[in-house]
């Protein structure tokens, strides 16, 4: 079939009720895939008719992505098959789906960071001209985009769009490309609350219009509630429940994804006497040019002791470069960073001598070395300084194995065994086994950047636990996370980091407003504008 | 003879010498960009070069025609960069030591096929003037030019517009810049840094005949003074863009130009530093134009040096 019916056939706007009484549009029948002994998806069956908006509801490591990718062609089921329009496909490569008119908006971007969103959307296309009229394509495109209600700017090249504009860019992308079947993976991750329901909005709107199906890939209950018309849910690698999402409830949803499990108990928060006494304490802080992607511009943040402090904020407004500053791994260009009323540098002795920990973002990059033991990744803190304070020559190696053994039994690190290389650990472990060194000996301030991201619940549980307890003991904690829910849960205080400033703060917990808070991290405020006044 | 010119010497032996020393250097930058434009960087040009010059002597020396030592050349080039791309595509192999590995197998072929071709002489490649209209001797002997040169120029030309309005160009960028992304969009990876990299051979080759059958003109195992790697860098200089990459191998042919002028006209004292000047030159631009903070503007970001 090719591009041009696919687009005919979306343009055309068919009545829905007609649509949704014939057979599945797209129908996925037992499939299975085996990755070596370990079976990653055991005969799973979805059914998408057209112009519903279908959920697949999982928790991470379920199988989700593995069955999207098996009906994209990007891995070749063992067992099963996939049907489209009644007649069965065999769907070598993402290129066959694409031509099918199925198409994918995927986690990790596949837009070309150098290139303009123009050329991305143009060389996205089955067929590409040999030499191509770039004002053609940009009327093209343009008429295009009018129909639309989302916004890209067309001649800006990709990395300097915000994450938002990005997942626009690729779901704008698969709608021109005329996709009759859509799979969003994970759309909303970087979109503010504000952002999410006007791209799921609109894709629900367009599904019911066009006969349009869409899968959305979620771990969000209410994107489910709010969006979907069915829900298919899946638990290592099994089918677990499926059904109408209007006959299911919440609690129905939870109990299929997660199955009976003991979560950890979230300690209470301890209510600290008093104003306390502030541990970081950061002034005009700058790192970068002002206004560029990443870039921080602080006038002034302050953590106290014994209360967490929620950085809340689509990536790419400073988060990252913030915790770099704080961990050592930037340099700012201007202001300071006081940790207990002295100079911080960030230097390795500074970090002992104030007693400032961090649990960087993908602390397998950040924070460990990957070929390293576990045992040795544990003791990056301690390895050179005897317990008496005193410098170390030469290794303890037994004591370094049998305080990481400690740890290892303390938090609960899942590995084969302390000399096992860290990078064998699955993610939660990692972040469980750096979060044990960050706070074995004291800890004055605790930074933690994403700390439960691609976490299933188990772990998520555990790491907020243990962060909590650490508030609990006194640290100041300074909680950097794209993850809105998580921020508002664990604060006692909220900053919206904008452009790399802090627009507006407010109360955590259950006073925090999300709407407003939502709104500051899109920069749609008066006050985000700053300095009018 | 330098009497009658004066200081005005200086710029118009810098200008002949420019036009001269800067076609290897284009050609090779200009290969070596589309090479790192698909994500790979081959080191090993510099061996490529030697071995172009040494088959385009050959070539010109038995069939008599220099054009076709040119061609011999440039088919020896790809052979080399189809070598280097199969290597590389094998799991596990790094460009770069591959790389360095065939830059000494290279200079040691070209050695060792070339014995016999230091004695005898081959037809050299014509020039073009295009210094008529002057009537200073010096000018129009600087305004001598190969025939290689416009058409490396014109290259420098053809390639801005490839990389701005082709599919293949843009298909070249797709995959040097996110490999995720090309095969996303169901666009080969491998075949495209194949031919990129044996593109860069190609051209490598041309360089190394020009060397050996326009200027200097002639073959021994002293032909290159390491153009084939001072290109790799030019192309980093360049920010990999093809008219900077013109503009790099001008700037750098000149710079080689100054000692040979300042000693022509009578300048004797400490002329070994101004045959440095190539190489000061090229240390003080990436000192004024590097940042310790910024990535590198413009890299394609699948290439090895700057993941």
């Known amino acids: ?533 | 003879m330098n009497e009658d010119l004066g200081l005005w010497a200086v710029p118009i032996a810098v200008l002949g010498g420019m036009l001269r020393v800067s076609t290897p250097f284009l050609f090779v930058s200009l290969g070596e960009c589309v090479t790192e434009k698909s994500g790979r960087i081959n080191l090993g040009l510099e061996g490529t070069l030697v071995f172009g010059a040494m088959a385009g002597y050959g070539g010109s020396y038995l069939t008599g025609n220099p054009w076709a030592g040119v061609l011999l050349a440039g088919l020896a080039g790809t052979l080399f960069g189809l070598l280097h791309a199969a290597l590389c595509s094998l799991p596990r192999v790094n460009d770069i030591a591959v790389g360095i590995a065939l830059m000494i197998l290279g200079s040691g072929l070209a050695f060792f096929f070339g014995k016999p071709l230091i004695q005898p002489a081959a037809p050299m490649l014509p020039s073009l003037s295009l210094g008529g209209w002057s009537d200073v001797p010096q000018l129009r002997s600087a305004l001598e030019v190969s025939p290689l040169l416009l058409i490396g120029i014109a290259a420098a030309f053809v390639l801005l517009f490839v990389f701005k309005r082709t599919r293949i160009g843009l298909i070249l960028r797709m995959v040097g810049d996110s490999a995720d992304a090309a095969r996303a969009m169901g666009y080969p990876i491998i075949p495209v840094r194949v031919a990129a990299t044996a593109f860069g051979g190609f051209m490598a080759g041309i360089a190394g005949a020009y060397l050996s059958l326009y200027y200097p003109g002639s073959w021994n195992e002293h032909i290159s003074s390491g153009q084939g790697l001072i290109a790799v860098a030019l192309v980093i200089f360049a920010r990999w863009n093809p008219l900077a990459c013109l503009g790099a191998a001008l700037i750098f042919g000149g710079a080689g130009a100054l000692g040979p002028a300042l000693q022509s006209v009578g300048v004797t004292s400490g002329y070994y530093l101004f045959y440095a000047a190539p190489y000061i030159l090229t240390l003080a631009i990436l000192f004024a134009t590097s940042s310790p903070r910024r990535a590198l503007e413009g890299a394609p970001r699948e290439l090895s040096i700057t993941k």
């Open chain 1, 1 to 533: 079939m090719s591009a041009v019916a696919i687009i005919e056939d979306v343009a055309e706007p068919a009545p829905v009720a007609e649509r949704r009484a014939e057979r599945p549009l797209l129908e996925a029948i037992g499939l299975t895939k085996r990755f070596g002994a370990f079976t990653a998806l055991d005969a799973v069956s979805i059914e998408l008719h057209a112009g519903e908006f279908h959920a697949l509801l999982g928790e991470n490591g379920a199988g989700k992505s593995t069955l999207v990718k098996c009906m994209l062609g990007y891995y070749h089921p063992d067992e099963g098959s996939v049907i489209l329009d009644g007649r069965e496909q065999t769907i070598a490569s993402p290129r066959d789906a694409r031509r099918l008119g199925i198409g994918m908006v995927y986690q990790h971007f596949t837009l070309v960071p150098s290139m303009t969103v123009l050329e991305n959307l143009v060389m996205s296309r089955t067929e590409v001209p040999r030499v191509i009229d770039w004002k053609s394509e940009r009327r093209a495109l343009s008429a295009f985009l009018e129909t639309m209600p989302l916004k890209v700017p067309l001649d800006t090249k990709v990395d300097r769009l915000s994450s938002g504009e990005r997942q626009k860019t690729e779901i704008l992308k698969q709608l021109y490309l005329g996709s009759r079947v859509l799979v969003l993976d994970e759309p909303t991750s970087v979109l503010t609350p504000d952002e999410a329901r006007e791209v799921l909005g609109f894709l629900r709107d367009l599904a019911s219009r066009t006969g349009m199906a869409v899968l959305l890939i979620t771990h969000k209950f209410a994107e489910v509630t709010a969006f979907c018309d069915r829900v298919t849910v899946l638990r290592k690698g099994a089918e677990v429940g499926a059904g109408k999402v209007a006959e299911l409830s919440t609690a129905d949803m939870a109990g299929m994804m997660i199955g009976e499990r003991e979560l950890a108990a979230v300690p209470d928060r301890v209510v600290h006497a008093g104003q306390r006494e502030p541990v970081l304490h950061a002034r005009d802080l700058v790192s970068g040019d002002a206004g560029t992607r990443g870039s921080v511009a602080i006038a002034d943040l302050q953590v106290r002791a014994g209360e967490i402090v929620g950085i809340a904020g689509i990536s790419g407004n400073g988060q990252t470069r913030l915790v770099e500053l704080i961990s050592g791994q930037a340099r700012p260009d201007g202001g300071e960073i006081r940790v207990k009323g002295k100079a911080y540098d960030a230097s390795r002795a500074a970090a002992q001598a104030m007693k400032v920990r961090c649990l960087p973002e993908e602390p397998l990059r950040n924070a460990c070395v990957g070929k390293m033991s576990v045992a040795e990744n544990l003791a990056f803190r301690a390895f050179d300084r005897a317990p008496d304070g005193k410098p170390r020559r030469l290794l303890d190696k037994s004591g370094m194995r049998r305080e990481a053994e400690r740890l290892i039994a303390a938090y609960a690190v899942k590995t084969q065994s302390p000399s096992a290389r860290i990078e064998t650990l699955s993610g939660g472990n990692v972040q469980r086994a750096v979060l044990a060194r960050e706070l074995s000996g004291e800890t004055d301030l605790l930074v933690a950047a994403n700390p439960c991201f691609g976490l299933d619940f188990g772990a998520v549980a555990d790491i907020r636990a243990q962060i909590l307890k650490a508030r609990n003991d006194g640290a100041a904690v300074l909680l950097v996370s794209e993850d809105l829910d998580e921020v508002v849960a664990l604060s006692d205080r909220i900053a919206v980091m904008f452009e790399g400033r802090i627009v507006f703060e407010c109360e955590g917990g259950e006073k925090a407003d999300t709407r407003q808070i939502g709104a500051h991290m899109a920069g749609h405020s008066a006050a985000g504008t700053g300095g009018l006044h």
